[in-house]
């Protein structure tokens, strides 16, 4: 079998889908099934697998330039694939997987994973010009694929009713979390958590996006209801870079912070991300939708009690071992993190259901899954 995976993902930062296509391409490297596989990126070939260090200097912000030159992005959207096309024009024996929804023009088997459909169902949560550029390139991806991928049964299903597609001809694969989140002592995480003036067990925390689709206002607000005391003993700490349509939920943070119950830091380093896992007291994710929700994974690998919202994906990804609740309750979302900072029993139990629900997840798994939908690709031609 000979495959051309698009890497593009893989740059700085390192994004979910970065991650899946970094962890992907890993494994197909050492796959006896695939006899040459070839990495490409923007029109070019490459010699090996980037690094999110060696791409931190070539990443392109599709999202930043559509929200500030929609011309540029319409030369693109028209020039690009004509590029790729000429690129990829002698390779037409290879099977071509996009680990990132968007398929070229190819004349070869065509492989696309589709990780959620929110520019289509939660186009509101996208800036109006990335929404629309989105949605005419996937539609065309749409008709290009002999097959798709999904992260999870959930979009799996959603992709099928939405789009008519023929649910037979699409896979679910699910994510993993990766070696580097595990549970890790107050000494393992002393060093890391200094640098950030956070102790073990000390915080609650956010990982994700900072916008409206995370659902962080009523995170907040929510918060905001448990005692003055336990906001100060375990204060909420959000990371992740700024998305769109932020102003709101900055000038909540921000009132937040000059009461002393939440910080926000920013961007994470990868090499830091896993240890402020690790020594998180609770994970907090009241997301509104999610084709997956990976860090909702890296919190149980991470041996850290979750609390998430019931909908989407999630339901999958965290199984029984989560508490959960409807994203816009935040009664019981305030009670459920209570619970969950407090309540030593069940922290024990849900530590330990968290970890053996996780371990049913792993990169081996996902890349086997993936070799079975290129099978499939090509028996079907």
Same mark, same amino acid.
């Given at each position: 079998?000979?495959?051309?995976?698009?890497?593009?993902p893989v740059r700085f930062p390192l994004t979910g889908i970065g991650r899946y296509? *970094?962890? $992907?391409?890993?494994?197909?490297?050492?796959?006896?099934?695939? @006899? #040459?596989?070839?990495?490409?990126?923007?029109? /070019?070939?490459?010699?090996?697998?980037?690094?999110?260090?060696?791409?931190?200097?070539?990443?392109?912000?599709?999202?930043?330039?559509?929200?500030?030159?929609?011309?540029?992005?319409?030369?693109?959207?028209?020039?690009?694939?004509?590029?790729?096309?000429?690129?990829?024009?002698?390779?037409? #024996? *290879?099977?071509?997987?996009?680990?990132?929804?968007?398929?070229?023009?190819?004349?070869?088997?065509?492989?696309? @994973?589709?990780?959620?459909?929110?520019?289509?169902?939660? /186009?509101?949560?996208?800036?109006?010009?990335?929404?629309?550029?989105?949605?005419?390139?996937?539609?065309?991806?749409?008709?290009?694929?002999?097959?798709?991928?999904?992260?999870?049964? !959930?979009?799996?299903? +959603? $992709?099928?009713?939405?789009? %008519?597609?023929?649910?037979?001809?699409?896979?679910?694969?699910?994510?993993?979390?990766?070696?580097?989140?595990?549970?890790?002592?107050?000494?393992?995480?002393?060093?890391?958590?200094? &640098?950030?003036?956070?102790?073990?067990?000390?915080?609650?925390? !956010?990982?994700?996006?900072?916008?409206?689709?995370?659902?962080? +206002?009523?995170?907040?607000?929510?918060?905001?209801?448990?005692?003055?005391?336990?906001?100060?003993?375990?204060?909420?700490?959000?990371?992740?870079?700024?998305?769109?349509?932020?102003?709101?939920? !900055?000038?909540?943070?921000?009132?937040?912070?000059?009461?002393?119950?939440?910080?926000? $830091?920013?961007?994470?380093?990868?090499? %830091?991300?896993?240890?402020?896992?690790?020594?998180?007291?609770?994970?907090?994710?009241?997301?509104? *939708?999610?084709?997956?929700? $990976?860090?909702?994974?890296?919190?149980?690998? /991470?041996?850290?009690?979750?609390?998430?919202?019931?909908?989407?994906?999630?339901?999958?990804?965290?199984?029984?071992?989560?508490?959960?609740?409807?994203?816009?309750?935040?009664?019981?979302?305030?009670?459920?993190?209570?619970?969950?900072?407090? #309540?030593?029993?069940? &922290?024990?139990?849900?530590?330990?259901?968290g970890l053996a629900h996780a371990d049913g997840f792993s990169w081996d798994r996902?890349?086997?899954?993936?070799?079975?939908?290129?099978?499939?690709?090509? +028996?079907?031609?």
């Open positions: 079998m000979k495959v051309v995976l698009s890497v593009e296509t *970094y962890e $992907l391409a890993r494994r197909l490297q050492n796959s006896p099934e695939i @006899t #040459d596989l070839q990495f490409f990126a923007g029109r /070019s070939f490459l010699p090996g697998l980037p690094s999110a260090a060696d791409a931190s200097g070539s990443g392109y912000s599709l999202k930043r330039a559509v929200q500030k030159n929609f011309l540029a992005i319409e030369a693109y959207r028209l020039l690009m694939p004509l590029l790729k096309g000429r690129a990829l024009k002698a390779h037409g #024996d *290879y099977l071509y997987h996009s680990p990132n929804y968007y398929l070229p023009p190819f004349k070869g088997p065509r492989i696309a @994973t589709f990780h959620d459909l929110s520019p289509f169902t939660w /186009s509101q949560c996208h800036a109006p010009q990335l929404a629309r550029y989105l949605q005419k390139e996937l539609r065309l991806t749409l008709k290009r694929a002999d097959r798709l991928i999904t992260d999870s049964e !959930f979009t799996r299903r +959603e $992709l099928a009713e939405y789009f %008519d597609w023929p649910i037979e001809r699409i896979d679910a694969v699910p994510l993993a979390s990766s070696p580097e989140f595990h549970p890790r002592s107050a000494v393992e995480t002393s060093e890391v958590l200094a &640098r950030y003036g956070l102790t073990h067990e000390g915080y609650s925390l !956010f990982a994700g996006t900072i916008e409206p689709r995370k659902n962080i +206002e009523t995170l907040l607000t929510a918060y905001e209801i448990l005692p003055l005391a336990m906001r100060q003993r375990w204060p909420l700490i959000l990371a992740g870079y700024r998305g769109w349509r932020n102003d709101a939920i !900055f000038a909540r943070i921000e009132s937040a912070q000059r009461q002393g119950w939440v910080r926000y $830091l920013g961007f994470v380093p990868a090499e %830091d991300l896993p240890i402020l896992f690790s020594g998180a007291r609770l994970f907090a994710f009241p997301s509104l *939708y999610e084709g997956f929700g $990976l860090p909702v994974l890296e919190s149980m690998s /991470s041996g850290v009690p979750v609390v998430c919202s019931d909908n989407s994906s999630l339901l999958e990804v965290a199984g029984d071992a989560a508490l959960m609740c409807e994203a816009m309750d935040i009664e019981t979302l305030a009670k459920h993190m209570a619970q969950a900072l407090e #309540d030593v029993e069940w &922290r024990a139990d849900a530590r330990q259901r996902c890349t086997a899954q993936t070799l079975i939908a290129y099978r499939k690709t090509l +028996e079907n031609r």
